[in-house]
């Protein structure tokens, strides 16, 4: 199993493949399916041998190519029952930074908006994602937004969406998510990451994340 990354400054997406196939976890900002595509490519794939869109939470940043990428595989788009309503109207959200960067970093955020999105599959708490075409499994870690999910694959790596971030200067190094909507539950999702004992993980952020950062990592 491998986990390629497709980054812009903005964020990361992933492109997940085993010997059955192949799913997107996160398509990054708009504009960023021709780069995913090539990932695809690249790979030794086409666009119908992807399986599965899941988006591990509804920010711009993770689902503006989402539209595109499914026009072009033709895969199912996954989100979280809990931020399918927001994916559904689109539109600017309110993010509520943790610290002070992510403070000077709101201006610009905020000015993303989703693209208005149908989702194919409403996820519930825990998902066998092979059931949908995936890779591994899914498990709900609110916080950054109601519905964030992370992916837990075979080879006890996860790909963490927000719930996570790389450290600024030292990407590798886990820090708290920048933004979260509920500080508590946050927290939590955390812990419950670290449960784990993740061989590594993957974020939109920075990373992957080593996981002695993770385990160490002092909740919010």
Do not use: W
């Amino acid at each position: 199993m491998t986990v390629h990354t497709v980054k812009n400054l903005a964020s990361s997406a992933f492109l997940v493949t085993d010997e059955n196939g192949a799913m997107i976890v996160d398509t990054g900002v708009a504009g960023r399916a021709p780069a995913m595509l090539q990932q695809i490519a690249d790979a030794g794939l086409r666009p119908a041998d992807i399986g599965l869109i899941l988006l591990t939470h509804h920010h711009a940043d993770h689902s503006g190519s989402a539209l595109a990428l499914r026009e072009a595989t033709r895969a199912p788009i996954a989100i979280h029952r809990d931020d399918a309503d927001q994916l559904r109207r689109g539109g600017r959200v309110d993010l509520r930074p943790t610290s002070l960067m992510p403070r000077l970093m709101k201006v610009m955020l905020a000015k993303a908006e989703i693209p208005a999105i149908e989702p194919d599959i409403i996820l519930g708490d825990e998902e066998d994602l092979t059931r949908h075409g995936g890779i591994g499994r899914s498990f709900v870690t609110p916080g950054h937004t109601p519905g964030s999910v992370c992916v837990l694959l075979p080879d006890h790596s996860i790909l963490a969406g927000d719930a996570l971030s790389g450290g600024m200067m030292r990407a590798r190094m886990a820090r708290k998510p920048m933004f979260a909507a509920n500080p508590d539950a946050a927290a939590r999702s955390m812990r419950a990451i670290a449960q784990h004992v993740p061989t590594a993980v993957y974020v939109g952020h920075g990373g992957p994340l080593t996981a002695a950062s993770v385990t160490a990592l002092k909740p919010l």
